[in-house]
């Protein structure tokens, strides 16, 4: 089953062939960072004039790199949600367009079910598994007891992981997307500062990072006024030990409770080194699996194979009434 993918919920624009819900054979991304870079952040209405400009040639590119016609696909999956309106909205609609134009039935994807999907790439999947979520928009720990089924342990209160470590960078003077600068930095620094641990202790899965977003904000703004030297380095470093400490010990926890036989890390986080490393280092009886670098941001392969999964366990697929939706639930509450 050749399946065509297509992700537009932020600021990359891309499409990608997979065959099989396993082989890429294509995964084109046009990253927008470079424009929202300008502003510190993703401009909503920049992004969607964006993919309006790009997603054509993506489509086709993304095509002609897997060496097939549109008449080759059998399958179209597109992520319907959660994620800026109007970015969803031009991938939804050329899908749609693409899906009548050659007769394609069409599929809505959960935008986070890619990101967990991202892992199975590599490494297939064994159940009971615990996901770890960490991207700019989430921060959530979920239970999977077989192919697509999703529930939800726990999520975060407040900041996501990914949006914190945005605002912490910007605070610093450092560029948008923060997470990867800082991640950088904190590789040459020292943990000087003992930054909290939040809700490390709270018995449950949920977690929280905007007192700690505040606690370095805080910090940088008193050693500022006091004209005391501000060690970039060092405040990276111990932000990342207190967050990496938080993921991986709730992680932990919920591995022991629900007895899972793997541990999948998910989203724009997965990517950061501190957290790969505290992972492997502390948990040595199952395997912890993260998706290669350039499917743990945001990227069309990830939906494809989640798509393919979706449609094998619930074979039914959607109409052109498919629409997308700024807030969508992973997990039916
Ligand atoms: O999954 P993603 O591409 O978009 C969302 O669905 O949100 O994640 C983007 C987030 C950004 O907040 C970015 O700063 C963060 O992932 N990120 C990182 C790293 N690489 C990307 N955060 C920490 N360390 C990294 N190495
Ligand atoms: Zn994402």
């Known amino acids: 089953m050749y399946i065509l993918s297509v992700e537009t919920s932020c600021d990359e624009t891309s499409v990608s062939v997979s065959l099989n819900g396993k082989e890429i054979l294509s995964?084109?991304?046009?990253?927008?960072?470079?424009?929202?870079?300008?502003?510190?952040?993703?401009?909503?209405?920049?992004?969607?004039?964006?993919?309006?400009?790009?997603?054509?040639?993506?489509?086709?590119?993304?095509?002609?790199?897997?060496?097939?016609?549109?008449?080759?696909?059998?399958?179209?999956?597109?992520?319907?949600?959660?994620?800026?309106?109007?970015?969803?909205?031009?991938?939804v609609n050329a899908a749609k367009v693409v899906s009548l134009n050659y007769g394609i039935p069409i599929i809505g994807v959960h935008h986070i079910s890619g990101h967990i999907y991202a892992s199975?790439?590599?490494?297939?999947?064994?159940?009971?598994?615990?996901?770890?979520?960490?991207?700019g928009g989430h921060t959530e720990l979920i239970l999977m007891k077989?192919?697509?089924?999703?529930?939800?342990l726990g999520e975060t209160q407040d900041d996501a992981v990914g949006e914190a470590y945005d605002k912490v960078a910007r605070v610093l003077g450092l560029p948008y997307p923060g997470g990867p600068v800082v991640d950088k930095l904190s590789r040459q620094g020292k943990e000087t500062y003992k930054f909290?641990?939040?809700m490390i202790d709270s018995g449950d899965f949920n977690f929280s990072f905007s007192g700690l977003k505040s606690h370095v904000i805080n910090l940088h703004h008193n050693m500022k006024q006091r004209n005391e030297e501000i060690v970039p380095e060092n405040i990276c470093r111990s932000f990342q030990e207190a967050v990496t400490d938080v993921l991986v010990q709730k992680t932990i926890n919920a591995k022991d409770k629900y007895k899972v036989k793997q541990i999948v890390v998910a989203g724009g986080v997965a990517a950061?080194?501190?957290?790969?490393?505290?992972?492997?280092?502390?948990?040595?009886?199952?395997?912890?699996?993260f998706p290669s670098m350039k499917y743990c941001t945001d990227n069309a392969a990830m939906i494809g194979i989640a798509g393919y999964h979706k449609y094998m366990k619930e074979n039914k697929v959607d109409d052109l009434m498919l629409n997308g939706s700024s807030r969508l639930n992973l997990v039916e509450e």
Request: no cysteine.
């Open 27 to 91: 995964n084109v991304v046009l990253s927008q960072i470079d424009i929202h870079k300008e502003y510190g952040g993703v401009v909503p209405e920049i992004a969607s004039r964006e993919h309006i400009k790009g997603i054509t040639y993506v489509f086709d590119q993304a095509i002609n790199d897997a060496g097939l016609t549109y008449k080759d696909i059998d399958l179209i999956a597109v992520t319907e949600g959660p994620g800026l309106i109007g970015s969803l909205l031009i991938g």
């Open 120 to 135: 199975h790439i590599q490494n297939d999947m064994k159940f009971p598994l615990i996901a770890l979520v960490v991207s």
């Open 146 to 152: 077989e192919h697509f089924s999703f529930e939800k």
């Open 196 to 198: 909290p641990r939040p």
């Open 272 to 289: 950061n080194s501190g957290l790969r490393d505290k992972m492997n280092e502390l948990i040595k009886d199952i395997p912890v699996y």
